[in-house]
């Protein structure tokens, strides 16, 4: 299986400042069709997943532009440009590149 | 919008069985994938289980391998886990998810005695 290991694990952000998340897999997320298949997501408290990135880089509609998704091969960033109040919660990587389907730890944001 | 509905969670004894099923809305719904994700409270996630569109591909995480089946019925627009021989170690947050990413709003299954 695929490890996916994610750094750090908690993350106390200032409104208005930015904030970087980092994923690492065991092996490249590189798919034969050329894509990365490494996704970003977003759990609210007492709320499912919410996909903020797709394909390592790709947001989907509706997702603000502030969440910028980057990395290839084994190395993967989220970055938050500038955090608002909601993004509180916890960010998770993870990898669809083949099951099972194997998803870094966890990040938890809080406003400081 | 697309929208995922999970029913079938509760309580069961250790060594019984529960069916889960997930009826997807908003897509086409056999053209996905369709994957089933676990979730202990407070803690990670766990991929359970995924079947491919036509289902003739379908996986199994090690943990559930030979106690879980995954289903579908393209016509229904769902897609079910049959969980047998539960363990306490089973009890979490079932999520249905749609390749691609969409997520359901989970159903809750409790193993106790």
């Known amino acids: 299986d695929i490890v996916m290991t994610q750094s750090p694990f908690s993350l106390p952000v200032t409104p208005g400042e930015p904030a970087t998340i980092s994923c690492r897999s065991s092996?490249?997320?590189?798919?034969?069709?050329?894509?990365?298949?490494l996704d970003w997501y977003l759990q609210r408290p007492g709320q499912s997943p919410e996909l903020l990135i797709y394909?390592?880089?790709n947001r989907p509609s509706g997702v603000p532009d502030r969440f910028i998704g980057s990395g290839s091969g084994t190395n993967f960033t989220l970055k938050i440009s500038r955090v608002e109040a909601e993004d509180v919660g916890v960010y998770f990587c993870v990898q669809v590149l083949q099951t099972p389907w194997t998803f870094g730890q966890g990040t938890k944001v809080e406003i400081k | 919008d697309v929208y995922l509905v999970e029913s079938g969670g509760g309580l069961v004894q250790p060594g019984r069985s529960l069916r889960l099923a997930c009826v997807g809305s908003g897509f086409p719904f056999d053209d996905y994938a369709m994957h089933w994700v676990r979730q202990v409270p407070g803690k990670g996630l766990e991929w359970v289980s995924g079947?491919?569109?036509?289902?003739?591909?379908?996986g199994y995480a090690e943990s559930v391998k030979g106690r879980f089946t995954i289903s579908r019925d393209n016509a229904k627009s769902s897609v079910y886990l049959q969980m047998n021989s539960l363990r306490l170690e089973d009890t979490a947050l079932y999520y249905c998810?749609?390749?691609?990413?969409?997520w359901g709003q989970g159903t809750l299954v409790t193993v106790s005695s």
């Open positions: 394909l390592g880089f």
């Open positions: 079947i491919s569109w036509d289902s003739k591909n379908r």
């Open positions: 998810v749609k390749d691609g990413g969409s």
């Open positions: 092996q490249s997320l590189l798919h034969k069709n050329g894509y990365t298949s």
